[in-house]
């Protein structure tokens, strides 16, 4: 038996700033993409395949701030925006945005082990906090989906188990946003330490100006997420035929 879904809340929320918060929302997560994508493009030389594995490098930001910033956003929010549409739907449009986010991450990791494996001198691999914490976060990402997968949309598993499991389904969606977050900023860190000469980063130069809006963005995009996800007047309400279903099930 089951007779409350953690995507489901309260009745009479108040939904008054929510459409203004997720267009909010919307636009930092548009505005992370173009940051990295100016950051990368105009002031990192622009984009290559391993044809120049620099520039191959630049892929990495742009598609993981893509996946695991913009995507994933979108994902976690998917219960709270389509409030009206039937359940199973909706869990397929979670299920998807979550797959592209992971295939996003894929890209982006292939495309930094490939700068690193195909320098005319090569760059060691997985030697920083970055790129450990990177790699846990893509990993746990990844678990997140498949576990999530087998666990709401594979036939067969009671609602028991489902209700069981979906508070942890919960709180580590959020939590490996907020993982993803802090190895975005360890990893515009990491880059700006390394170019600090080049790109004169101690004297507020521009390319400094960008990458330091970019981080800003990503801090305000995930708490932003966080602030709507943990709020009981943004959840969904359970249709008529869910709550029978719950009941009876």
Known sequence: ???????????????????????????????????????????????????????????????????????????????????????????????????GALIFAAVGLKAVFDSHNLAATPIPNLYSLHSWLGLITIIMFGLQWLVGFVTFLAPGLSQGIRAMYMPHHVFWGVAILCMAAATALMGITEKAIFLKDVIQYDKKSTEGLVLNCLGIVIVALVALVAFVVTRPEYKRQPSPEEDHIQLVG
Do not use: C
């Open 1 to 99: 038996m089951e007779n409350y879904d953690s995507h489901d809340g309260p009745p009479g929320g108040n939904l008054g700033s929510f459409t203004g918060l997720v267009l909010l929302v919307q636009g930092l997560g548009l505005s992370a993409v173009i940051l990295v994508a100016v950051w990368m493009g105009h002031f990192r030389d622009g984009f290559a395949w391993t044809s120049d594995p620099a520039k191959e490098f630049n892929y990495h930001p742009v598609f993981m701030v893509i996946g695991l910033i913009f995507l994933y956003s979108d994902a976690i929010l998917a219960y709270r925006v389509f409030r009206n549409v039937k359940k199973i739907y909706i869990k397929v449009v979670h299920g998807f945005i979550h797959l």
